[in-house]
């Protein structure tokens, strides 16, 4: 079992920048692809980003490429999210989850997720 910890969130005005950390318990994570998510209450769970095990390969919404960086230290165990240049719809709960099977696979572990609020 990984546990995944998010941190980070909080609020910040539209235009600002806010960066995402999730940190996992355990030294398998760099055999991990990771990827970030986000659900707004009563939504579907949308795909944001996601990297490869090694970091070499990166992918994106549409709706926030450009804007947000997905990277990761497997030194540190942790992935990182910058957003920049947020908007008052990227407002909602953001978790990180790690896949076993690689980047387009199943994911299998969640962490508990973190509120990026962002005020017009």
């Known amino acids: 079992q990984v546990q995944l910890v998010e941190s980070g969130g909080g609020l910040v005005q539209a235009g600002g920048s806010l960066r995402l950390s999730c940190a996992a318990s355990?030294?398998?994570?760099?055999?991990?692809?990771m990827g970030w998510f986000r659900q707004a209450p009563g939504k579907e769970r949308e795909f944001v980003a996601a990297?490869?095990?090694?970091?070499?390969?990166?992918y994106y919404a549409d709706s926030v490429k450009g804007r947000f960086t997905i990277s990761r230290d497997n030194a540190k165990t942790t992935v990182y999210l910058q957003m920049n240049s947020l908007k008052h719809e990227d407002t909602t709960v953001y978790y990180c989850?790690?896949?076993?099977?690689?980047?387009?696979?199943?994911?299998?572990?969640w962490g508990q997720g973190t509120q990026v609020t962002v005020s017009s």
């Open positions: 355990r030294r398998t994570f760099r055999n991990y692809a």
């Open positions: 989850a790690g896949s076993v099977v690689g980047i387009a696979g199943e994911y299998d572990y």
């Open positions: 990297i490869s095990s090694s970091g070499g390969n990166t």
